[in-house]
C-alpha cells in the first residue's frame, strides 16, 4: 500500500478549500442504542435550513430496516440531534419503506469485532483510517461496491482512499468521512493569564516542542494549571507520542517499524532518536512539570475536557476536533486556536488521518442502497443538488448554532464543483478569528510541515506498547527509559511475528 498517496491527496484539496472563512481515528464504549427525540431549541436559521430538505417520493419500492451507528448520542447538543432528525425524516419521506433506526455507536477495534462476528453490528459505524484493511482482510465488513457503482461515485474516489478501503480485488467497503491533520488546542485565556499574548492580543504559542516545555512550565508557574494535558491511557498516548517521536528523527532508517530485506516486520523501539523523544517525555514530567496529573487515567474525551474547562492549557489535537473543547465542553470560540504542531530537533512532522464510513458484514444490496441513499441526504457523498445543499448548509449551521468552529474542510472527494460549493457555504457560516488559525491551515497548504501516514501495520497494538512505557516514566522518576523500551519491542516484535511475519 502506497501509504504517503492519502497525504498528497489532502494537501492536493486542502489548497483548494483554505480560502474558506475569508482567508485573513473516541472512547470505546460497548453499543447503546437510543431513541434521542428531536429538541426544539434550535436558531431560527438551522430550522429554516432543516426544513428546505425536499419531501419528493424518490424511490417508494426500497424496502429494509438499516441500523444508523453514525447517531449522535443523546447527550449531543441540541442542534445535532435536530440536525439528525431532520436528516432522518428526510430519509423517511423519500424512501417510504426504509425504516431506520437510530443506535448510537462509539467504535473501538476491540468491542467491533465481536459484535460483528455474533451479527449486532450496526449497519453503518465510524472507524478510524486505521483499521480498514484489518477489517476488510477479516471479513469484518460489507462490500458496497456495487451500490457506489449504480450512483456513479466510483469514478469521484481518490485513488488514495481507494487503497485504504478496497481490498486486493478493488472490491470497496467503505467510504471516507473526512480527514485531519494533527496539531495543538489551545486555550487562550491561560496564555494570557500567563502573559503569553502579543500587541494584537494573540496567544505567543510554541513553535518547537522546546518552545511547549518552556511556555507550559511558564503556565504551570502563573496559572496553576498544566501547561499541556496528555491522555496516557489505553492506546492515545502511544498514539500522539508517535508524532513527537517522528519529529525527533524516528523516520526512514529509524522508523519506528519498517520491513528489512527480506519483507519481515521489525520494531525499532530502541533506536537513539526513539530514547531521545521518550526521554523529552520524562522531561515534560519530571523537570518542566507541565502534565496534567491524573495522565495516566486520562482519554482522548477527557483530554478535550481539561482544555475546555480551563485545566490544561494545551493539548495535541486534530482540525477535525475542534467542536470538542468549545461547543462540547464550553470554551468559548474566540478563547480557542489551533496551531500547527510544534517541530522537534530533527524536523516538523505531523499525522495526516482521518474517520470514514464502513459497514456491517451481513448487510444486504438493499441495505447498501439504503446507506448510500442516507449519505447522499447527509452530503457525504460529492453530488449536488438541492437536498445535498440543502444537508451541507443545515451541518454548518447546526456548527454555528451550538458555538463550535466552522472551518476550512478537507475535502475525501476529487470533484471541484462539489468542493468549491462547501468552501463557499463554509466561508457563509465561518464565524471565528482565522488569524487564530492561519497558521496551522497555512503549514499543511505551504508544505512547511511534513504529513505523514499513521504507522502502516497493526498501529494500535504499537500505540498500546509505547502507552505502557510512557505511564511508566511519567510515574517514575527514575524509571529506567532503555529498558522500559527494549521490553517493549521485544513484546510488539512477538506480536509482529505471531501476526505477520509468520
Not at 476536533?321 to 489551533?338: H, M, R, Y
Request: hydrophobic share 40%; aromatic share 10%; net charge negative.
Amino acid at each position: 500500500m502506497k501509504k504517503y498517496s492519502l497525504i498528497l491527496a489532502i494537501l492536493m484539496v486542502l489548497s483548494f478549500v483554505l480560502s474558506a472563512c475569508g482567508g485573513a481515528g473516541q472512547t470505546a464504549d460497548s453499543k447503546t442504542p437510543s431513541e434521542p427525540t428531536k429538541a426544539p431549541e434550535i436558531s431560527e436559521e438551522l430550522g429554516n435550513e432543516l426544513s428546505s430538505f425536499s419531501s419528493d417520493v424518490i424511490d417508494p419500492d426500497l424496502t429494509c430496516t438499516i441500523t444508523l451507528g453514525n447517531w449522535p448520542p443523546d447527550t449531543a447538543a441540541a442542534s445535532e440531534l435536530a440536525l439528525f432528525e431532520g436528516y432522518k425524516a428526510t430519509m423517511e419521506k423519500q424512501y417510504p419503506n426504509v425504516t431506520l433506526v437510530p443506535d448510537y455507536y462509539s467504535y473501538s477495534l476491540s468491542n467491533y469485532v465481536p459484535m460483528a462476528k455474533g451479527g449486532t453490528a450496526p449497519n453503518i459505524f465510524q472507524p478510524p483510517f486505521t483499521d480498514p484493511q484489518l477489517l476488510i482482510s477479516q471479513n469484518l465488513v460489507g462490500d458496497v461496491t456495487d451500490a457506489l457503482a449504480e450512483i456513479g461515485v466510483l469514478e469521484k474516489f481518490s485513488p488514495s482512499y481507494v487503497e485504504m478501503l478496497a481490498d486486493k480485488n478493488g472490491r470497496i467497503y467503505g467510504l471516507p468521512r473526512d480527514g485531519y491533520v494533527l496539531g495543538m488546542h489551545i486555550n487562550i485565556e491561560l496564555f494570557r493569564e500567563a502573559g503569553l499574548i502579543d500587541e494584537e492580543g494573540l496567544p505567543i504559542y510554541p513553535k518547537t516542542l522546546q518552545e511547549l516545555a518552556e511556555y507550559g512550565q511558564i503556565i504551570r508557574e502563573k496559572t496553576g494549571k498544566a501547561g499541556l494535558v496528555f491522555p496516557a491511557s489505553e492506546t492515545y498516548g502511544g498514539w500522539l507520542f508517535t508524532n513527537i517521536a517522528w519529529n525527533f528523527g524516528c523516520v526512514g532508517e529509524s522508523a519506528l517499524e519498517y520491513q528489512d530485506e527480506t519483507g519481515r516486520w521489525v520494531c525499532n523501539f530502541t533506536s537513539p532518536e526513539c530514547v531521545a523523544a521518550m526521554e523529552y517525555m520524562r522531561d515534560l514530567r519530571w523537570k518542566y512539570n507541565i502534565l496534567n496529573a491524573d495522565a495516566t487515567t486520562t482519554d482522548w474525551a477527557g483530554a478535550h475536557s481539561e482544555l475546555g474547562t480551563g485545566e490544561a492549557a494545551m493539548n495535541f489535537a486534530a482540525d477535525d476536533s475542534v467542536d470538542q473543547p468549545t461547543s462540547n465542553k464550553g470554551l468559548p470560540i474566540e478563547d480557542f486556536a489551533l496551531i500547527p504542531f510544534p517541530a522537534g530537533p530533527e524536523g516538523r512532522y505531523a499525522l495526516a488521518g482521518g474517520t470514514c464510513y464502513m459497514f456491517s458484514p451481513d448487510i444486504t444490496p438493499d441495505q447498501a442502497r439504503a446507506l448510500m441513499a442516507y449519505l447522499k441526504i447527509l452530503g457525504k457523498l460529492p453530488f449536488l443538488d438541492d437536498d445535498i445543499v440543502a444537508g451541507m448548509r443545515a451541518d454548518y449551521a447546526a456548527k454555528k448554532d451550538r458555538g463550535a468552529p466552522v472551518l476550512p474542510a478537507i475535502s475525501a472527494w476529487n470533484d471541484e464543483e462539489y468542493n468549491a460549493t462547501k468552501r463557499a457555504i463554509i466561508d457563509e457560516y465561518c464565524n471565528v478569528d482565522m488569524r487564530l488559525y492561519n497558521d496551522f491551515f497555512d503549514s499543511v497548504s505551504e508544505g512547511t510541515i511534513t504529513l505523514k501516514a499513521e504507522e502502516p501495520v497493526f498501529a494500535q497494538q504499537l500505540y498500546r506498547e509505547l502507552t505502557a512505557v510512557i505511564q511508566r516514566v511519567i510515574t517514575r522518576e527514575g524509571a529506567d527509559i532503555n529498558k522500559a523500551l527494549k521490553e517493549a519491542q521485544e513484546s510488539f516484535q512477538e506480536y509482529l511475528d505471531d501476526e505477520i511475519n509468520s
